[in-house]
């Protein structure tokens, strides 16, 4: 079955640890994108990756880092510096930029 | 900055209701308008529109763009409880760096009552 995959579906961190969040796809997608979910406030992107050893920055990018060094795969860091970080993170894919993004199941964070 | 707005932004109603939700946006380069469908947890794909005027339907769920006026509408018909969910609206930028990139509207939280 392709599709994309995030794991854990919950997370439980302290403030002041950096967490990990993992996505994977096996769609054979080049595009991989980060959201942020906010109660009300819909979905803002974090960060883009067009293609493997690259990626870009979106609207919310400061406090977290990612790396793109396989095709597959387009992990998140959440870092101690990122200041609200308790929210529904979406990962999601697409053939290329400017086609339809498909999106996995979300990785629920809370840090107390 | 782009901006998408969506209308209303929860709504109620009784099985066998039509509703329509809409969205209205302003983006610097317009590529597309998509609009996604979200349960409990990811959202999933429905529509992608590019062109003014042309009806995409697909059962009982049918979006529409003006292009001119910048907004479309998602119409459900007959709806039943299993079209509850948060649905949601983003605009594709076709430009530069920002190409693909998405932006989203809150959503519209639609409940049908048995």
């Known amino acids: 079955d392709g599709g994309i995959t995030q794991s854990p579906k919950y997370l439980f961190r302290k403030e002041g640890q950096n967490v990990t969040l993992s996505c994977e796809q096996n769609?054979?997608?080049?595009?991989m994108y980060w959201y942020r979910q906010d109660p009300g406030q819909g979905l803002r992107l974090i960060y883009y990756?067009?293609?493997?050893?690259?990626?870009q920055k979106g609207d919310i990018a400061e406090g977290y880092s990612v790396s793109r060094e396989k095709k597959e795969s387009f992990p998140l860091t959440v870092t101690s510096a990122q200041k609200n970080p308790t929210a529904f993170y979406l990962c999601?894919?697409?053939?290329?930029?400017?086609?339809?993004?498909?999106f996995g199941p979300g990785t629920r964070l809370t840090v107390t | 900055e782009d901006k998408v707005v969506q209308s209303p932004l929860s709504l109620v109603v009784h099985e066998g209701d039509t509703v329509t939700l809409n969205c209205s946006y302003e983006?610097?380069?317009?590529?597309?308008l998509l609009w996604y469908k979200q349960e409990k947890k990811a959202p999933t794909f429905l529509f992608m529109l590019?062109?003014?005027?042309i009806e995409k339907k697909s059962g009982r769920l049918s979006s529409i763009l003006d292009k001119k006026e910048l907004f479309s509408i998602l119409n459900i018909t007959a709806t039943q409880t299993g079209d509850s969910a948060v649905y949601l609206c983003?605009?594709?930028?076709?430009?530069?760096?920002?190409?693909?990139?998405?932006?989203f509207g809150q959503g519209t939280i639609l409940t049908v009552h048995p």
């Open positions: 590019t062109s003014s005027g």
């Open positions: 983003a605009v594709s930028n076709a430009g530069g760096t920002s190409y693909g990139k998405l932006t």
């Open positions: 769609l054979n997608h080049d595009a």
């Open positions: 990756s067009q293609i493997v050893n690259d990626f």
């Open positions: 983006v610097t380069n317009f590529r597309s």
């Open positions: 999601a894919s697409s053939v290329d930029r400017g086609y339809e993004q498909y």
